[in-house]
């Protein structure tokens, strides 16, 4: 079993940055892609982000396209989303996930997941 913790939500302005963090248990973590996802209120979560076992490759959903970033370092089993120019429609509920795969953007991939970190930004 892989366990999941993210922190680093927060309330922010429009045009500002947080970086949310996300750590794994276990010793098997480079053998896993990981992806972040959101859920705002009244909507159902969406894919946000992932990135490969090695962090050789990364894919974003077309609304975050060049404001976010996704990293990992291995050596620390963490996971990282760099969020910049944030806007208004980015506040949700953001949630860290592992999935056995190469690189996955579907939901239904993820085995594993965290417990959510708030994003808030306001106009």
């Known amino acids: 079993q892989v366990q999941l913790i993210e922190w680093g939500g927060g309330l922010v302005q429009a045009g500002g940055s947080l970086r949310l963090s996300c750590a794994a248990s276990?010793?098997?973590?480079?053998?896993?892609?990981m992806g972040w996802f959101r859920q705002a209120p009244g909507k159902e979560r969406e894919f946000v982000a992932a990135?490969?076992?090695?962090?050789?490759?990364?894919y974003y959903t077309d609304s975050v396209k060049g404001r976010f970033t996704i990293s990992r370092d291995n050596a620390k089993n963490t996971v990282y989303l760099q969020m910049n120019s944030l806007k208004p429609e980015d506040t949700a509920n953001y949630y860290c996930?592992?999935?056995?795969?190469?690189?996955?953007?579907?939901?239904?991939?993820?085995?594993?997941w965290g417990q959510g970190t708030q994003v808030t930004v306001s106009s």
């Open positions: 276990g010793r098997t973590f480079s053998s896993y892609a």
């Open positions: 996930a592992a999935a056995r795969a190469l690189l996955a953007t579907q939901k239904h991939e993820y085995e594993y």
């Open positions: 990135i490969t076992w090695t962090g050789g490759g990364t």
